[in-house]
């Protein structure tokens, strides 16, 4: 209790599935295009699930089910596992524009592997309409930014260990499912709670830098195995 788990849960606003983050006033140069969508009758609701939504939030999610079916946004996924890709200006250089969604990964804040990454200083950066290097790159305008986290194991070390891919390790969540359980004195659950923390940290940042924002999807140490097993004890 009182740590950035409970913090994160009790303050940061998710949406619903996709996309994360938003953008206040127009897009990058990248911008939705209509060609080749196709409508839909798909209903959504008009309001969060959270009524405390910030109103960021609320005006991304309003955006994203006004152009669903209609629009497609161009997005591009940061080379997380090497900062010294630029994939932001790689786009540009290839086609004069500026992509309107970023897609960035937690991959390497945590894991045994002591890679060092700048995904959430580039998420504000990028929702700022600014380039990685502070450069402005458009004129009153926010970048959809979009987060998602390759999970490596907790209690990995160095090497295939420290891998996301749950058919690759042999973390197990310390969770009794007969009982409905946690084991909280497991080092297993320490670890896993201190990974939380990391991120909840990460999370908090983008808050306070009024970047609101869900995770895309969370992979793979919670995934199946090849052998269909769960990685549960």
Avoid at 7 to 16: I, V
Avoid at 48 to 71: C, F, M, N
Wanted: glycine content about 6%; overall charge neutral; proline content about 4%.
């Amino acid at each position: 209790k009182g740590n950035n788990v409970n913090l994160f849960m009790k303050r940061l606003t998710l949406l619903p599935l996709c996309v994360v983050m938003l953008f206040s006033a127009s897009l990058f140069a990248g911008s939705p295009s209509s060609k080749n969508a196709e409508s839909s009758n798909a209903v959504f609701s008009t309001n969060l699930a959270d009524p405390a939504a910030e109103d960021s939030a609320k005006r991304l999610y309003k955006y994203l089910t006004d152009v669903y079916g209609k629009k497609i946004i161009t997005g591009q996924m940061e080379n997380a596992w090497n900062d010294d890709c630029n994939m932001l200006e790689r786009v540009y250089s290839d086609t004069s524009k500026y992509p309107a969604l970023m897609g960035f990964d937690f991959m390497n804040y945590t894991g045994a592997s002591g890679m060092v990454n700048h995904q959430t200083e580039r998420a504000i950066k990028f929702w700022n309409g600014q380039d990685w290097n502070g450069k402005k790159i458009a004129d009153n305008a926010h970048g959809i930014v979009a987060f998602c986290w390759h999970w490596r194991n907790p209690m990995g070390t160095n090497g295939p260990a420290d891998s996301f891919r749950a058919n690759e390790i042999a973390f197990r969540i310390p969770y009794d499912t007969e009982n409905d359980t946690w084991n909280v004195n497991s080092r297993a659950y320490k670890k896993l709670v201190a990974d939380l923390n990391k991120i909840a940290t990460e999370l908090l940042k983008l808050q306070k830098a009024g970047v609101p924002g869900i995770l895309l999807h969370l992979s793979k140490t919670c995934s199946p195995a090849d052998d269909g097993k769960l990685p549960f004890d």
